[in-house]
Antibody
Framework: QVHLVQSGSEVKKPGASVKVSCRAS????????IHWVRQAAGQGLEWMGW????????GYARNFRGRVTLTRNSSISTAYMELSSLRSGDTAVYYC???????WGQGTQVTVSS | DIQMTQSPSSLSASVGDRVTITCRAS??????LNWYQQKPGKAPKVLIS???NLQSGVPSRFSGSGSGTDFTLTISSLQPEDVATFYC?????????FGQGTKLEIK
């Protein structure tokens, strides 16, 4: 079955960058677009962008354009989300999701603090 | 961008009650609408896709309806384990926006 495993928690200083990984198993990696969603504590879900693992085409939400980069390494079935110029408002749990959002990773806590 | 508006934002009901949550899109999204249940500390779990398709393993007390701009999630008989926050999401066009959520509690 589809399984997504994300990298562990991160603590970063304002202005730094963070790169979160999402390792997929249980299906052919090229089959599904990979989406990234974040959720600040006590807040709702915010869609960040998507990556087509075949073509590496991407699309980003307006709020993140210019700060987020989605990439993949198909040889190890892993997708990456890099967010730059971090600020306190980026403190959140970051999720990857595939198969039209049926399957989700466990989430990665990113904390931005000086 | 398409805005998704859920109501109510919170809801308290008794075990066995019929519960309805609504979601309205700012423009037509056909039936490109997912419903999620999220429990504290967990990733969202999709209950309904394409407005009314019940996902495998989801109890039949959950159902979805609607098309165009207006959608409904119904729990036919509320159970204690249904306590959670529920979200709708449109997957008609990017950005794939979510509703603000409905927090469901037991009275």
């Amino acid at each position: 079955q589809v399984h997504l495993v994300q990298s562990g928690s991160e603590v970063k200083k304002p202005g730094a960058s963070v790169k979160v990984s999402c390792r997929a198993s249980g299906y052919t990696f090229s089959t599904y677009d990979i989406h990234w969603v974040r959720q600040a504590a006590g807040q709702g879900l915010e869609w960040m962008g998507w990556l087509n693992p075949n073509s590496a085409n991407t699309g980003y939400a307006r709020n993140f354009r210019g700060r987020v980069t989605l990439t993949r390494n198909s040889s190890i079935s892993t997708a990456y989300m890099e967010l730059s110029s971090l600020r306190s408002g980026d403190t959140a749990v970051y999720y990857c999701a595939v198969a039209d959002f049926v399957n989700w990773g466990q989430g990665t806590q990113v904390t931005v603090s000086s | 961008d398409i805005q998704m508006t859920q109501s109510p934002s919170s809801l308290s009901a008794s075990v066995g009650d019929r519960v309805t949550i609504t979601c309205r899109a700012s423009q037509t999204i056909s039936r490109y609408l997912n419903w999620y249940q999220q429990k504290p500390g967990k990733a969202p779990k999709v209950l309904i896709s394409a407005a009314s398709n019940l996902q495998s393993g989801v109890p039949s007390r959950f159902s979805g309806s609607g098309s165009g701009t207006d959608f409904t999630l119904t729990i036919s008989s509320l159970q204690p384990e249904d306590v959670a926050t529920f979200y709708c999401q449109q997957t008609y066009s990017t950005p794939y926006s979510f509703g603000q959520g409905t927090k469901l509690e037991i009275k």
